[in-house]
């Protein structure tokens, strides 16, 4: 079932306090199958006041295969590490996150 990824600092099971922004992570880790990949978790990163916010899906796959699959099903998405823009003050882009790979889109 769902389990706490982030470490959290004892306020709330599912947040971390990291300097000016709320990170809440949720993660499942047998895995649920969405377009070819193995989604494992869903995440969020919170500016506290002002400033970006992240939405973040995690898979189980290498960055190369995300981006493969991904982009057959039409993301248009650059290479793993840089961002595209969507829209002025959007962008999404995946990352190695760990042993697995994070979609993130981010609002700024």
Do not use: K
């Not at 947040?15 to 995440?43: K, N």
């Not at 960055?63 to 959007?90: F, K, M």
Request: hydrophobic letters at 40%.
């Amino acid at each position: 079932m769902l389990a706490e990824l982030a470490a959290g600092n004892g306020r709330s099971p599912f947040a971390a306090w990291t300097g000016h922004a709320i990170e809440r992570r949720l993660h499942d880790w047998e895995g649920v199958a969405w377009r070819g990949l193995t989604l494992t978790g869903i995440g969020s990163l919170h500016g506290i006041e002002s400033g970006p916010s992240d939405f973040s899906l995690y898979f189980r796959e290498a960055p190369a295969t995300v981006l493969s699959r991904l982009n057959a099903h039409g993301y248009d998405l650059p290479a793993a590490g840089q961002e595209r823009g969507i829209d002025g003050a959007l962008s999404i882009g995946v990352h190695a996150d760990g042993e697995g790979t994070a979609l993130t889109c981010s609002f700024d």
